[in-house]
């Protein structure tokens, strides 16, 4: 079993920058790919980011790009994203997610097999 916490959400001003961090304990990230989801008030959760388990392929949603970047370092358990250029829109709270497959060729781009999940993180962009 895989426990993920999120951590260095907050309120920050339109153009503004933020680096969320997703540490895992119980289990090694190493072997799996890893992912950003985001959920605002009364909208369904939404593909953010994701990496693949070697780190050499990320994948970004189209709102996202050239403004997220999403890495990890596998010998601190740990997955980054670092939001560059916030817009109020990208107000949500922030989850990182564990693929369930270790070495999945597939980087999955929905929360299908995605299986663990942590508690979120709040990120607040002002206008």
């Known amino acids: 079993q895989v426990q993920l916490v999120e951590s260095g959400g907050g309120l920050v001003q339109a153009g503004g920058s933020l680096r969320l961090s997703c540490a895992a304990s119980?289990?090694?990230?190493?072997?799996?790919?890893m992912a950003w989801f985001r959920q605002s008030p009364g909208k369904e959760r939404e593909f953010v980011a994701a990496i693949s388990w070697s780190g050499g392929s990320t994948y970004d949603a189209d709102s996202v790009k050239g403004r997220f970047t999403i890495s990890r370092d596998n010998a601190k358990n740990t997955v980054y994203l670092q939001m560059n250029s916030l817009r109020p829109e990208d107000t949500a709270v922030y989850y990182c997610a564990a693929d369930r497959n270790r070495y999945r060729t597939v980087v999955l781009t929905t929360g299908t097999g995605y299986d663990y999940w942590g508690q979120g993180t709040q990120v607040t962009v002002s206008s």
């Open positions: 119980g289990r090694i990230i190493t072997g799996y790919n």
